[in-house]
């Protein structure tokens, strides 16, 4: 039974192989390489890596997992359309927990908890955003700095089931982050985050749950052509 097991994975060479071409491709789409709505052809992708359609395939099944690809019925694959409803969808699931999870922290966080906000702040706030040499978007350093200080809010809620929930549905909206960066580059971020984080060491719950659904709000506004206010 163990040789039939051996036998049955994939060697390590193939292995490493695909990681490869995944990342590659996960980048590109994050970078902008392929633009919203642009199609992933396995056969261009192949011949640009060097590598087999099997590879590439296998490398667009996980992206369209994470949700920064569709696959389409006869028609291959695709990065999505910033105007895809699923944005929007994903951002009202996002107003419907993150505050909640959010007045669940500030009630249970302790001072430690304090100290970890103040210091993701702090990271994000000093952390270049852009860098025209790497992206036409945010920067990957920036992103996880980013993703740290949302999350830091949070985990003062002492509750994993929720705190792997906002996970998930970061991951999820990664594209929209940036496009919408991206397409609104006169918002004043590094301002939302300073009244998140004033209001959440205040312990206000009210107003930090109200900036927090401002901030979700205005990212996903910027996908519809909306004027990026808040409604």
């Given amino acids: 039974m163990n040789q039939t097991a051996h036998s049955s994975a994939p060697p390590p060479a193939k292995q490493m192989l695909s990681e490869q071409v995944y990342a590659h491709l996960r980048d590109a789409i994050m970078r902008g390489d392929h633009p919203p709505g642009a199609p992933l052809k396995p056969q261009d992708l192949a011949k640009e890596q060097g590598v087999s359609l099997a590879v590439v395939r ?50 249970r966080g302790d001072i430690d908890w304090e100290a970890r906000v103040r210091a993701a702040h702090h990271r994000l706030v000093r952390t270049p955003a852009f860098a025209p040499e790497e992206s036409e978007y945010y920067t990957g350093a920036w992103a996880e700095a ?77 996908l519809t052509g909306d004027s990026g206010q808040a409604t």
């Fill in 58 to 107: 296998e490398a667009l099944v996980r992206v369209v997992g994470e949700g920064l690809a569709d696959r389409l019925p006869n028609r291959g694959f695709a990065v999505p359309s910033f105007s895809d409803r699923r944005w929007q969808e994903i951002a009202e699931a996002r107003r419907t927990v993150e505050p909640v999870v959010l007045c669940m922290s500030i009630e």
């Fill in 146 to 222: 980013h993703r740290a200080f949302h999350r830091t809010l949070l985990e003062g809620c002492g509750n994993r089931a929720l705190l792997e929930t906002f996970d998930r549905l970061w991951t999820q909206s990664e594209l929209a982050r940036r496009w919408s960066a991206h397409r609104n580059p006169d918002r004043d971020g590094a301002k939302e985050h300073r009244r998140l984080e004033e209001a959440v060491l205040a312990r206000d719950a009210d107003t930090a749950a109200a900036v927090l659904v401002q901030h979700l709000t205005l990212t996903a506004a910027a």
